[in-house]
């Protein structure tokens, strides 16, 4: 079976993932999954959720084996039900793979084209987006200070080395830390020279 064709986006917490994924998503021919999502959309009693719940209310990572086979059970969901055509549409992935390990284990599924590393330098800034988004869209995982704190650590921890696992010519770091548009305008000027 072909891979899929793949746009990471990549970075911290806070640092516009979801922003930007939700924005390229609308574009025809993309398709955005957001692990994040995928997960707070389990049902809380449902063996899956239940590892879920356990792992994101300590603000860890839930484990890489399991994080790639509901994502795999996921997509093949959204091609069953027609919102995405593997032949022609290509994915666009944020937050996922989170570190190597992933890496290694999405290899087979996808064909990634380009990694989008959102950077963010400002922590208090990033801090600021995930307490925004918790009263916003009722995400109780990004309000406590504690949580959000043990997140970036992870984050800085785990999934730097994902940035050394792919070609450095298909990594490109964007400053994230500016506004949301022009952020956008840099990722689609970059797009349009992806193979």
């Given at each position: 079976?072909?891979?899929?064709?793949?746009l990471?986006?990549?970075?911290?917490?806070?640092?516009?993932?979801?922003?930007?994924?939700?924005?390229?998503?609308?574009?025809?021919?993309?398709?955005?999954v957001?692990?994040g999502?995928?997960?707070?959309?389990?049902?809380?009693?449902?063996?899956?959720g239940?590892?879920?719940?356990?792992?994101?209310?300590?603000?860890?990572?839930?484990p890489?084996?399991?994080?790639?086979?509901?994502?795999?059970?996921?997509?093949?969901?959204?091609?069953?039900?027609?919102?995405?055509?593997?032949?022609?549409?290509?994915?666009?992935?944020?937050?996922?793979?989170?570190?190597?390990?992933?890496?290694?284990?999405?290899?087979?599924?996808?064909?990634?084209?380009?990694?989008?590393?959102?950077?963010?330098?400002?922590k208090?800034?990033?801090?600021?987006r995930l307490?925004?988004?918790a009263?916003?869209?009722?995400?109780?995982d990004?309000?406590?200070?504690a949580?959000i704190?043990?997140r970036?650590?992870?984050?800085?921890a785990?999934?730097?080395?994902?940035l050394?696992?792919y070609?450095?010519?298909?990594?490109r770091?964007?400053?994230?830390?500016?506004?949301?548009?022009?952020?956008?305008?840099?990722?689609?000027?970059?797009?349009q020279?992806?193979?």
């Amino acid at each position: 079976m072909a891979r899929f064709k793949t746009l990471l986006l990549f970075g911290a917490p806070g640092s516009g993932k979801g922003t930007q994924g939700k924005i390229l998503g609308d574009i025809p021919g993309f398709v955005h999954v957001a692990c994040g999502e995928v997960f707070r959309n389990l049902r809380v009693g449902s063996p899956l959720g239940s590892v879920f719940l356990e792992y994101s209310s300590r603000g860890s990572l839930v484990p890489d084996a399991f994080t790639v086979k509901l994502w795999r059970e996921y997509i093949d969901g959204l091609v069953v039900s027609g919102r995405f055509d593997p032949k022609s549409d290509v994915l666009i992935l944020d937050g996922i793979p989170r570190n190597a390990a992933q890496a290694r284990l999405m290899e087979e599924h996808i064909n990634v084209l380009r990694l989008y590393y959102l950077d963010c330098l400002d922590k208090d800034l990033m801090a600021l987006r995930l307490k925004r988004r918790a009263l916003h869209e009722n995400r109780l995982d990004d309000a406590s200070d504690a949580v959000i704190k043990n997140r970036l650590y992870v984050y800085e921890a785990e999934t730097q080395p994902v940035l050394n696992y792919y070609p450095e010519n298909k990594v490109r770091r964007i400053d994230s830390g500016r506004q949301p548009l022009e952020v956008l305008g840099d990722i689609i000027a970059d797009m349009q020279t992806v193979g």
